[in-house]
């Protein structure tokens, strides 16, 4: 019964919730990141936030700041993290330059992600490195 009751789910790669400390699930849609803190959290402890605090302006639930409401505000979270050294505000940095097709932009943010060790940013560069977008093809690079 007790290992029934206190069964943690499989660990993953994407962490725990920094407030309840169970690993994130796989599916990116159980759980969220805000551009304050970068913090990835389950959204069983979003929900909780927003029961406890029953506002229409909701914070986020990590730092406590108010959720930005346009994209520029958004966009300014994610530079001052990023000058924070933050690897993964880098990463959406890095998508943000790749989706407008400014490669050599990506590849930059995605760099220096990858040198503070993010996994993602080397999976990005891979790709950037596998199609030769950005950078020079490089078959034992993207391996």
Do not use: W
Not at 2 to 23: A, M, S, W, Y
Not at 28 to 35: E, I, L
Not at 60 to 75: A, G, S, V
Not at 96 to 107: E, L, P, T, V
């Amino acid at each position: 019964r007790d290992e029934i009751l206190f069964k943690q789910p499989e660990r993953t790669n994407v962490g725990d919730c920094p407030i309840c400390f169970l690993p994130l699930p796989l599916d990116k849609q159980k759980s969220m990141m805000n551009s304050c803190c970068s913090k990835i959290i389950c959204k069983g402890c979003v929900y909780a936030d927003m029961m406890r605090d029953k506002k229409v302006d909701y914070s986020c639930p990590f730092c406590r700041k108010m959720i930005p409401d346009t994209k520029r505000e958004q966009y300014k979270d994610v530079m001052k993290r990023a000058t924070a050294n933050d690897s993964f505000a880098m990463i959406l940095l890095g998508v943000r330059c790749y989706s407008k097709g400014d490669f050599r932009g990506a590849f930059k943010h995605y760099e220096k992600a990858a040198e503070l060790g993010n996994v993602d940013a080397h999976y990005h560069l891979s790709l950037l490195y596998l199609m030769g977008e950005g950078v020079e093809k490089d078959e034992e690079k993207r391996a």
